[in-house]
C-alpha cells in the first residue's frame, strides 16, 4: 500500500507540528506532498501522483473550520473534468488536522460550538462521491503543550494512520507494532526485554483470537437457537 | 443597512446563475465584489469593505462540499491578524448557495448523504466564532431547469435574501413586499388591482398582529394560573 500526504500549509516553516510529521513521514511507500509549494498546480501531475497511491491523506492545520485555501484549490483543479466523476472505490481518504484548541473544544456544547465530526463533513462527502473509504480522522491538538511522551505516542499514532493495512483492526494493530519493534537496533540487555513484550503481545493476540471464535460459536448457536 | 456580496466563482462568465443574480442585486445600499477578479487580495480594502457593512454574503456554487478556494482565501487572509479575535455581533452572514442537483440531494439520505446544515457548518461556525448572527442559507438548486415563473420567485426572494431586516419575519416581510409594490410603474387599471392586493395584504397584517396579542395574553394567563 502507498501513501501520499497532500499537506496544505501556507507558512510550514513556522510549523513545529509539519516539521515533526514531516520526519515522521519518511517511511517507505508514503510520499509527502507540500501543496503551498506546488502552487500553481501542475494538474496533471497531481492526477498522476493521486492515481499512483491507495492512501490520500489530507493533512492541515484547520483554519475557519475548514482546511487552508491550497487544498481546496487542489479540490477544485484536480478533481475536475471527468476525475469527479470516477469511482475510486479501492482507495482510502484520511485527514490529519492539527489546532491550536484543546480536543474538547471540538464537541457539541464545546467552546467551538460543533463536533469535528460536523466540520470534516464536507470531506467526508468528498470521499463518499468519489467511492473511497473514508478513515476516521486524526486530530492533534495543541500540539506544542505536548510532552515528549505525548509525542512519542503521536508519531507511532501517525505512523500507524499513514501505513497500518487495514486501519481500525486490534490483531493488524498488534502486528504492525511487533514488525517496528523487530526493526528497532537495540543493546542485548533492552533486546531481551522487548523480546518479552513481544512473546507476550502475541500470546494475547492469539488468545483474543480465541475469544472472538468462541464468541462466533456462541453467536451462531443463538441464531440457531433463536 | 448596508449588504455586501462577497461572490466567489471562477468561471462567472460562463454562469448564468450569477449573471441572474448580479442583475438582480442592482439594488441601493447592496455591493458586488467579486472574489475571483479581486485576486490577489488588498486585504486592507478587504476589511474596510467588510466594516462598512452589516450583512455580509457568502455567495458561490457548491463546489467539493464547499465554497471555491477563492472564498477560502479571502477567509484566510481577511480573518486574520486581530481581526479574527474581534465581535462583529452587529454583523450579520448568510450564504446564498446554487447547486447543480435538486434541493432534495442535499437531505440526508438524499444522493449527496449529507443535509445542507451539515455541510455548510464551517460556514456557521465563522459566523459564530465572530459574533455575527447567521442566517438560514438560501439554496438555489438548479437554476437551469427553472421556469420564468420560478425564476421570477428566487428574484424576489434573493433581494428579500440582501435586504429585509429582520430577515424572518412575516409582518416585516409584507411591509417590505407593500413598499416594492409601490415602487412599481405600473398603468391606471394594474395599479387599482394592486391597491387592492395591497390592502388585502395590510389588513391581513393587521389581523396577524392581533393574533399575535391575543396568543401572548393566553401565555402569561396560563403562566398565572399555572
Known amino acids: 500500500m502507498k501513501t501520499l500526504i497532500l499537506m496544505a500549509h501556507p507558512h510550514v516553516d513556522n510549523s513545529y507540528t509539519q516539521q515533526f510529521l514531516a520526519r515522521a513521514a519518511q517511511i517507505e511507500n508514503v510520499t509527502w506532498h507540500s501543496l503551498d509549494s506546488s502552487m500553481p498546480f501542475d494538474v496533471a501531475a497531481e492526477r498522476n501522483l493521486f492515481l499512483d497511491h491507495d492512501r490520500i491523506i489530507f493533512q492541515f492545520p484547520l483554519y475557519w473550520y475548514s482546511a487552508p485555501a491550497s487544498l481546496k484549490e487542489w479540490e477544485d483543479l484536480v478533481l475536475a473534468d471527468q476525475f469527479d466523476t470516477m469511482n475510486f472505490n479501492e482507495k482510502q481518504l ?133
Chains 1, 2 share one sequence.
Open 94 to 226: 484520511g485527514l490529519v488536522i492539527s489546532t491550536g484548541q484543546p480536543s474538547d473544544a471540538y464537541e457539541r456544547g464545546g467552546t467551538e460550538h460543533f463536533g469535528m465530526g460536523e466540520i470534516t463533513t464536507p470531506f467526508q462527502a468528498v470521499a463518499l462521491k468519489l467511492g473511497m473509504t473514508f478513515l476516521p480522522p486524526l486530530i492533534i491538538s495543541q500540539f506544542a503543550y505536548q510532552t515528549d511522551e505525548e509525542k512519542a505516542q503521536l508519531l507511532i499514532k501517525y505512523q500507524r494512520y499513514l501505513t497500518q493495512e487495514p486501519l481500525n483492526n486490534l490483531q493488524v494493530k498488534i502486528t504492525w507494532l511487533i514488525s517496528r519493534l523487530n526493526q528497532l537496533e537495540l543493546d542485548e540487555a533492552t533486546k531481551q526485554r522487548v523480546q518479552l513484550i513481544m512473546t507476550e503481545l502475541q500470546n494475547g493476540t492469539e488468545r483474543l483470537s480465541d475469544l472472538q471464535d468462541t464468541l462466533a460459536l456462541i453467536k451462531r448457536e443463538g441464531e440457531i437457537d433463536g
